[in-house]
């Protein structure tokens, strides 16, 4: 019977973290249908309800948001426990959860981690790419890739690339429509291809330096975007100047694809790190993905 109890409620914390029957019983690998009479099974017993259910959603109740808080973060230590006793293992095993976003997926993570994929077949990595900030420890990752002057200063942050710099960039159809801007001001005579900040909402303002200081200019243009990769698509389609670190334009600056202006107001600014919260014992897991990637490593 205690056995059974301690799965019932390891199935309401699943549900209640994911909001959802069919994400959380994906994640158990059991059916809906089972996963449903489970915590039916444990209201019943507990006399009371736990789960608020409509056809679209999956909300806890005010006893059930207690109990989460009450065992939800022991569950979390077992199963940190039991990763540790895997690790102990001759081969270092386990899944290590990293979010970040999708352009230093594909420049930077992938390509560091493959020989170490390779070399360990029993770590898994589990990527989340998306273009907002995530709450690592909330949502439980174990590490989120961001840029160096962005991350809080409570956790650890391993750089894992170099400085990077902005880029304002257009075709050369754009400019042969427009003369290419002097300097940062003249790109309120242009049309500029906007990004909407996912966090905040917001335009992002596109920021400028020189020895005076930095400064920031609003641009405007018929494009808005939410993503980096449409900015850059917009861009080699002769649609606006597009600025964004110069990674993101991958190799179309060197075809002579997209043309650079303003370079002199673009100065180097921390480049992307890896960062995670304070840990006593980290898994030999998730050392091995750290230095894997870390810039400074020794080869």
């Known amino acids: ?17 994911e909001g959802s029957f069919t994400r959380a019983a994906a994640q158990l690998g059991v059916t809906q249908p089972a996963l449903s009479q489970a915590i039916s099974g444990l209201e019943e ?51 290590v959860r990293i979010t970040c976003g999708p352009n230093v997926l594909k420049t930077t993570l992938l390509p560091k981690l493959t020989p170490l994929l390779r070399e360990y077949p029993d770590i898994h ?11 690592i420890v909330a949502d439980r990752f174990d590490a989120g890739v961001r840029l160096g002057d962005t991350i809080d200063k409570d956790m650890i942050a391993v750089p894992i690339g170099p400085k990077l710099r902005m880029a304002a960039v257009a075709s050369p159809e754009y400019f042969a429509r427009c003369a290419a801007p002097q300097t940062p001001r003249d790109l309120m005579q242009h ?19 020189q020895e005076n200081g ?3 200019v609003r641009v405007e243009g018929q494009l808005t975007f939410n993503t980096s990769e449409h900015v850059v698509d917009a861009a080699l389609a002769g649609l606006g100047i597009a600025f964004l670190p110069e990674e993101e334009f991958g190799t179309h600056l060197q075809e002579g694809k997209l043309i650079r202006v303003l370079e002199e107001w673009c100065r180097p ?9 304070s840990r006593k014992q980290p898994s030999p897991a998730f050392s091995l993905v750290v230095d894997a990637l870390r810039i400074d490593r020794k080869i």
């Not at 019977?1 to 973290?17: G, H, K, P, Q, Y």
């Open 1 to 17: 019977m205690a056995r059974r109890n301690l799965n019932d409620l390891l199935s309401f914390v699943t549900v209640a973290r």
């Open 45 to 95: 017993r507990m006399q009371i309800r736990l789960l608020t259910r409509t056809t679209r959603s999956v909300s806890v109740t005010a006893a059930g948001e207690r109990l989460l808080q009450s065992v939800g973060h022991r569950i979390d230590e077992i199963e940190a426990e039991l990763d540790m006793l895997t690790a102990l293992r001759d081969k270092p095993a386990g899944t």
């Open 125 to 135: 990595i589990e990527f989340d790419a998306n273009h907002g900030f995530r709450d």
């Open 191 to 209: 049309c500029c291809i906007n990004e909407r900040m996912v966090q905040s909402g917001k335009i992002y303002a596109w920021e400028f330096e």
């Open 214 to 216: 930095k400064f920031h």
């Open 269 to 277: 600014f921390p480049g992307y790190y890896l960062y995670y919260p």
